[in-house]
């Protein structure tokens, strides 16, 4: 049902402009060209989705399973030497999350680094990928709320 409608007002959006509230950020991936985000009452920005992710975004998210758990360690290190301020957040079962800084981050770096440590550190799998237009909007109407909150 909600494909069906979001086909209904990409057919009859064209040429025109539309404004859309939700709470849905995977409706706005989905619809909108231009997303503002509100918190408190407040419009906090507003941009494409592709320049939200970019700009309050917090990085990229490495996410890395291994067939070796006796690699693991080898493996953060790697990261943290390689991506100046990365961070790891999960470490389960063989399964390790980082969060990357976006400041000077290159991409086809990464993916080379990557590439060529997937033999030498056993791992089976990685992806690289931005925040989600969700992750965003939380971290931006929490940051609202906090000064909010602070304020007061």
């Known amino acids: 049902a ?8 990409q057919a009859t959006t064209e040429g025109l402009a539309i404004i859309l509230t939700t709470h849905s950020m995977e409706e706005c991936e989905a619809l909108c060209t ?3 985000i509100m918190a408190n009452g407040r419009l906090s920005c507003i941009g494409s989705p592709q320049h939200l992710r970019q700009r309050f975004g917090t990085g990229y ?28 957040q999960e470490d389960h079962m063989g399964r390790m999350v980082f969060s990357l800084p976006l400041t000077d981050l290159s991409l ?3 993916f080379r680094v ?6 030498r550190h056993a791992f089976e799998d990685y ?18 709320h906090d000064s909010v909150q602070g304020g007061e």
Not at 78 to 84: C, G, M, Q
Not at 114 to 119: F, G, K, Y
Not at 127 to 144: A, G, I, M, R, W
């Open 61 to 88: 998210r490495l996410e890395v399973r291994m067939s070796k758990r006796e690699e693991q360690a080898a493996l953060s290190e790697l990261v943290r030497s390689t991506f100046a301020g990365a961070q790891s």
């Open 108 to 110: 086809s770096k990464a």
């Open 127 to 144: 992806s690289l990928s931005q925040p989600t237009l969700e992750q965003v909007f939380v971290s931006l109407t929490n940051k609202d």
């Open 114 to 119: 990557l590439e060529d440590a997937r033999s």
């Open 34 to 36: 231009r997303v503002g």
């Open 2 to 9: 909600r494909r069906a409608m979001w086909d209904t007002i």
